[in-house]
T-cell receptor, first 114, second 115 residues
Framework: GNSVTQMEGPVTLSEEAFLTINCTYT??????LFWYVQYPGEGLQLLLK?????DKGSNKGFEATYRKETTSFHLEKGSVQVSDSAVYFC?????????????FGKGTLLTVNP | ETGVTQTPRHLVMGMTNKKSLKCEQH?????MYWYKQSAKKPLELMFV???????ENNSVPSRFSPECPNSSHLFLHLHTLQPEDSALYLC??????????????FGPGTRLLVL
């Protein structure tokens, strides 16, 4: 079946450091790919998405490129802030018929220290 | 403000209790979802409703019973739960559930503890 694998956390960085969170997927078709973020005590929020190969999603300084050849969707940010501390989830949209479903990775906890 | 609200935010219940979780979306969406978030595990999809009809039951035990009276409201009725059911229960909604590119919008969740 379809699956999402993201790097194990936790990830701890200093402010202004470069961030990469790896995400790879297994899918039978051509899924859409998403990054969601969960801040402490809150639900998940969409951070960015890409719907076809070579698309780049971007938001709030975060970027991820849909790489079909490597089945990857790595999340990057050039300079993290303390406010970026959260759990990040990679997900793919798959299925069809009556509805599409999201399959999530386990999440990566990011802590940014001042 | 995500447009999806959940009540209560926290719930403690005994194994013999009956309780209900409520979700309401103010986004005009037609698809609603229940997820279970446990520590160290990926989010688990439990149920999906499209246009008030249940279209997905992901092998969820019968002690969890969903109800969708209209497109804006979703309930999860709980009875005779087990301690391993303790988790964060997240509700989400999307426009129709019928498009690959759709974004799901999540509520803040209900933190459930079963004693």
């Amino acid at each position: 079946g379809n699956s999402v694998t993201q790097m194990e956390g936790p990830v701890t960085l200093s402010e202004e450091a470069f961030l990469t969170i790896n995400c790879t997927y297994t899918a039978t078709g051509y899924p859409s790919l998403f990054w969601y973020v969960q801040y402490p005590g809150e639900g998940l929020q969409l951070l960015l998405k890409a719907t076809k190969a070579d698309d780049k999603g971007s938001n709030k300084g975060f970027e991820a490129t849909y790489r079909k050849e490597t089945t990857s969707f790595h999340l990057e940010k050039g300079s993290v802030q303390v406010s970026d501390s959260a759990v990040y989830f990679c997900a793919l949209s798959e299925g069809g018929g009556s509805n599409y479903k999201l399959t999530f990775g386990k999440g990566t906890l990011l802590t940014v220290n001042p | 403000e995500t447009g999806v609200t959940q009540t209560p935010r926290h719930l403690v219940m005994g194994m013999t209790n009956k309780k209900s979780l409520k979700c309401e979306q103010h986004l005009g969406h037609n698809a609603m979802y229940w997820y279970k978030q446990s520590a160290k595990k990926p989010l688990e999809l439990m149920f999906v409703y499209n246009f008030k009809e249940q279209t997905e039951n992901n092998s969820v035990p019968s002690r969890f019973s969903p109800e969708c009276p209209n497109s804006s409201h979703l309930f999860l009725h709980l009875h005779t739960l087990q301690p391993e059911d303790s988790a964060l229960y997240l509700c989400a909604s999307s426009q129709s559930g019928l498009k690959l590119k759709e974004t799901q919008y999540f509520g803040p969740g209900t933190r459930l503890l079963v004693l």
